[in-house]
């Protein structure tokens, strides 16, 4: 019986994590080189970047670095993996506490208007495919949020086209960035969804929100995710998300 060889190199990292990763770049490479390299569509190519992207959100940033010292690869690789490496190197919760901080808007609900407008940002609300999108120049911030959308989802694009620029960093001068759009991964897209539910329902100010709920009278039927909705001015899907979320953090 003849034995299938392993390939040498699939077992070449420390961290299980890198050589998953790794074995499904090799992979993609032996599909598109058997597939035709001018055959490959646009289709194909997502799905396989977002594929990738999915493995590197779930990575460390020791788990990055280990990718990016190992492996042999091109400068724009490097720089790639380097840019997931950077994005993670804070956690949303210290970005957040920045931003508020030094625009002095620890106060609940967050003024996400007045928040992204200190910080430098104009707020259109237009009419568009979408719910939001990000215009950057060197000149000025943009950020379009779609007018026919209900308020507290207007809020919650309007984080979430912040985190584009707070997260994914401004690397470029020039850059757009239109959600739901087919170059941005839907892995990244929770990614930053993950930042507009913590600048929307910042941990500490959320903390002091539930101590006080819980030492008053509430009805003991009553759903918490909607005295949040209420208080943080949030749609009652985003309160349940960032609750969860929460009582994760503090278990842990
Ligand atoms: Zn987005």
Redesign the pocket.
Known sequence: MKKIEECPSSNMYKSRKCNEYHNFKLQQSLDYEKIGYDNITKEMKLSYKNKAESLLYKMSNEEIQELIDLGNKSSQVKSYLSSFLKSTTKTDRDIVKDILTRNNMWRIPIDIVKLAESEGFSIEQVVMDGDGKILINDIEKIIHVNVNTPKSRKKFTLA??LG?WYVDGNQSSQQI?A?RNDN?SPAR?TR?NNFASELLMPFELLYDFLKKIVKSDIDPEANVADYIADEFEVSSSAASIRLSKFVKEVMM
């Open positions: 979430h086209e584009h960035v959600c941005i897209e930053i």
